[in-house]
Antibody
Framework: QLQLQESGPGLVKPSETLSLTCSVSGGSISSSPDFWGWIRQPPGKGLEWIGSIYYSGSTYYNPSLKSRVTISVDTANNQFSLKLTSATAADTAVYYC????????????????WGQGTLVTVSS | DIQMTQSPSSLSASVRDRVTITCRASQSVDSYLNWYQQKPGKAPRLLIFAASTLQSGVPSRFSGSGSGTDFTLTISSLQPEDFATYYCQQTYGAPPRTFGQGTRLEIK
């Protein structure tokens, strides 16, 4: 059973870089045509897709965050990471790492696997 | 970017009611539309993918329909465990992906 676990600081100062890592167990991050990504949810609000990295290494980002976001993969450690520069209070959210995989029997993609989420607060 | 709009934003209903939630895309997403359920303090759960295919383990009282720009999620007979927030998400072509703003389903 695939499992994803986020890790990283729970508190980040304004203007600093928010950095999170997602550790993947129960499957290889490079063995199948999946997207590995990040989704966030500000307190009391909806889901916002941040970005993802395809198993081939191609990256895709939310246009509203693109200038500040980097997602990378560490295949040796079966992990992938998120960096969000110039953090502000608006970046305070629960951050989920996810696997978006090809749907069974189809050409679509869907996010079946989610980490438990980690709250990151941006505050001085 | 493709924008997703859900309606209503919130809904009050009773156990055994039939409820329908609507999701509209700003341009055609074919059938590349997923639905998720989220309970407080938990990660979202995939309910339906490709507009109408039930994810394994999801009760058959959930169903989805639509294609192009207009989609619906229907719960045929609400159960106590169904009170949650529901999100649609488009996965048309390559990312970026977008979610609807969510529909909060509350007990009347």
């Amino acid at each position: 059973q695939l499992q994803l676990q986020e890790s990283g600081p729970g508190l980040v100062k304004p203007s600093e870089t928010l950095s999170l890592t997602c550790s993947v167990s129960g499957g290889s991050i490079s063995s199948s045509p999946d997207f590995w990504g990040w989704i966030r949810q500000p307190p009391g609000k909806g889901l916002e897709w941040i970005g993802s990295i395809y198993y081939s290494g191609s990256t895709y980002y939310n246009p509203s965050l693109k200038s500040r976001v980097t997602i990378s993969v560490d295949t040796a450690n079966n992990q992938f990471s998120l960096k969000l520069t110039s953090a502000t209070a608006a970046d305070t959210a629960v951050y989920y790492c996810v696997r978006e995989q090809k749907c069974s029997g189809g050409a679509c993609y869907a996010t079946e696997y989610w980490g438990q989420g980690t709250l990151v607060t941006v505050s001085s | 970017d493709i924008q997703m709009t859900q309606s209503p934003s919130s809904l009050s209903a009773s156990v055994r009611d039939r409820v329908t939630i609507t999701c509209r895309a700003s341009q055609s997403v074919d059938s590349y539309l997923n639905w998720y359920q989220q309970k407080p303090g938990k990660a979202p759960r995939l309910l339906i993918f490709a507009a109408s295919t039930l994810q394994s383990g999801v009760p058959s009282r959930f169903s989805g329909s639509g294609s192009g720009t207009d989609f619906t999620l229907t719960i045929s007979s609400l159960q106590p465990e169904d009170f949650a927030t529901y999100y649609c998400q488009q996965t048309y072509g390559a990312p970026p992906r977008t979610f609807g703003q969510g529909t909060r389903l509350e007990i009347k």
